[in-house]
């Protein structure tokens, strides 16, 4: 199977600003939303807040940018699901690591640290304890208006997944500095979140935490399976994904084990037709974005075949794409890299085909 690329345009820019990590989703009337963190300084600090945009046109033309979340905190990694019953969830993580400000000075100048510590130092160490950790949040109106934040237990870039029990999971990185791989559910539309299993990894990787930022999806037999971002502190140039994969719901998984798409980190949906599409981001030259296709429930990946979508960024600081599917064989993926040289990053649409 082949890839058709049509085009390839921003949907969104901030100027002056910085946006990434982004989800789209579509509703059932066929409205696409898509989130993403911006009203960024850069890739880190305190001031990020999560927005969403909207397209009535299959991804030709969008809204502008509205904010759903901005705490006190630095609002990160946003993901999107709409249900089979209509209510939209996002996903996020509010960082706080910003506050060892010694691992940035070598990224930012000494005015801009100085200011995040006046920062840091004005919110206060309770305000951080309330709101350091991961949420989900509900709309029921098509993302009109929000419920109030509930905690999520895992966190990752893209959110949870629906199955097919009406049930939805949410596998993700648990407490932030334990390597917690864990697996949680919620039987009541995303009111509230509950811990199910945990996803092993080999022995030789248990003093590491290098597994993160994974997605799932469930397949046509009812097999569960989880990409996660794998970046070896020995071998950073090894940065193929691994997979693990559930036949009970998310409650057992089985180790986790190597892939042959080298990048991070992934989307997962199911096409029409049942087979299953990894999007990813490529840190390494040359710079993009691209995707791999499974014909066989996640079995194997057809990496011979690896689609590439872009290949022309100026630079690393890049990713997260998610992809939707428009009609059969008929794609829109969003990501986040630098449009042109001198400029921030923005969110970019790529519409694309299967052939």
């Known amino acids: 199977m082949t890839a058709t690329i049509h085009w390839s345009k921003p949907i969104c820019k901030e100027p002056d600003d910085y946006l990434g990590w982004g989800t789209i989703a579509r509703k059932a009337d066929g409205e696409l939303l898509a989130v993403f963190s911006g009203r960024r300084e850069s890739h880190w600090c305190p001031y990020g807040v999560n927005e969403i945009i909207r397209s009535t046109d299959d991804g030709q033309t969008w809204s502008d940018p509205e904010i759903i979340n901005n705490t006190p905190l630095d609002d990160r990694d946003t993901g999107l699901l709409v249900t089979s019953s209509g209510v939209v969830i996002m996903s996020w993580f509010t960082g706080a690591g910003w506050q060892d400000l010694e691992r940035y000075r070598d990224r930012t100048d000494d005015r801009t640290i100085s200011a995040w510590e006046r920062h840091y ?8 304890n309330r709101w350091d950790g991961s949420w989900t949040r509900r709309s029921t109106d098509g993302g009109a208006s929000w419920e109030p934040a509930v905690p999520s237990i895992a966190s990752s870039p893209h959110g949870p997944i629906e199955l097919r029990d009406g049930s939805l999971l949410y596998v993700g990185t648990g407490k932030p500095g334990r390597g917690e791989r864990v697996a949680v559910r919620s039987t009541d ?5 509950q811990t199910i299993g945990s996803i092993p990894v080999p022995d030789e990787h248990k003093e590491q935490m290098p597994f993160s930022e994974p997605h799932a999806v469930e397949t046509d037999d009812g097999r569960i399976v989880s990409l996660w971002r794998h970046i070896p502190r020995d071998r950073p140039d090894a940065a193929f994904m691994q997979q693990s994969e559930s036949d009970d719901g998310g409650r057992t998984w089985t180790v986790a084990h190597p892939t042959p798409m080298w990048g991070y980190p992934p989307h997962l949906i199911k ?18 974005q691209r995707a791999c296709l499974s014909h066989d429930g996640g079995r194997t990946w057809d990496i011979d075949n690896e689609i590439i979508l872009r290949d022309d960024a100026p630079n690393g600081d890049l990713g997260y794409p998610s992809t939707v599917e428009l009609a059969p064989g008929e794609l829109l993926s969003i990501y986040y890299q630098v449009d042109q040289i001198g400029e921030k990053t923005c969110f970019i649409a790529t519409r694309w085909s299967l052939n």
Do not use: C, M, V
Not at 121 to 128: D, L, N, P, W
Not at 271 to 288: D, E, K, T, V
């Open 121 to 128: 130092k004005k919110i206060g160490q309770e305000t951080i």
């Open 189 to 193: 539309d995303g009111q509230s979140w």
């Open 271 to 288: 096409l029409h037709n049942g087979s299953i599409l990894a999007s990813y981001g490529i840190r390494r030259s040359p710079f993009g």
